[in-house]
């Protein structure tokens, strides 16, 4: 069944790999992101790639009048989540960056999904969730223990939609 799906930080590497195959399974993609890591022009490759070009808009998560603007205009099915700073070295050094982009970012994204009345999201964690797990392969019953700043920055987001789901179980 064709859906329309919004890809946050959908110019990033795997945000653009999930784009290119979510139109190869013939889905409506369109891809915000505020460019910090990656380019516009990634939606060019896509396009390349894929044959067809997704809906664009360099939004940052953390500007709710955009994001409520895109929700009001576009009917989305489904938000993938890839937005976020990612770098466990510069999230010791800049924790309040993390903590503002990654979790508040992302709790202004989770209130305009609802408020447009979409619930359904594929976030992408992290194994640093786990902090040093005491052996390997990670299971996803492993206790949660975040040793840092981006760590604990996923952990929390997991812990919001946790908590968003339990509250409504239209998430």
Same mark, same amino acid.
């Not at 859906?3 to 891809?31: C, K, N, P, R």
């Not at 812990?159 to 409504?168: E, G, K, Q, V």
């Given at each position: ?14 945000? %653009? =790999? ?6 190869? /399974? ?9 460019? /910090?890591?990656?380019?516009? %022009? ?12 997704? #809906? ?17 205009? =576009? ?13 466990? #070295?510069? %999230?010791? &050094? ?11 970012? %992302? ?8 408020? &447009?009345? *979409? ?9 640093? *969730?786990? #902090?040093? !797990?005491?052996? *390997? !392969? ?34």
């Amino acid at each position: 069944m064709k859906q329309a799906i919004l890809i946050t930080g959908g110019t990033g590497y795997i945000g %653009s =790999h999930t784009a290119v195959e979510l139109m190869a /399974a013939d889905h409506d993609v369109f891809i915000i992101d505020n460019l /910090a890591n990656s380019k516009a %022009s990634v939606v060019d490759r896509i396009e390349r790639i894929s044959g067809k070009r997704p #809906g664009f808009a360099q939004i940052d998560i953390r500007d709710r009048s955009a994001l409520r603007s895109l929700l009001s205009k =576009h009917r989305f099915d489904a938000v993938i989540h890839f937005a976020g700073l990612k770098s466990v #070295g510069e %999230s010791n &050094a800049k924790p309040l960056e993390y903590f503002d982009n990654n979790v508040s970012g %992302s709790v202004v994204l989770f209130e305009c999904m609802t408020e &447009a009345s *979409v619930r359904t999201i594929v976030f992408s964690s992290s194994a640093t *969730v786990y #902090g040093e !797990p005491a052996s *390997v !392969p990670i299971r996803e019953d492993f206790p949660l223990s975040a040793t840092n700043p981006y760590g604990r920055t996923k952990l929390m987001i997991e812990d919001i939609l946790r908590d968003a789901a339990n509250a409504d179980p239209g998430w």
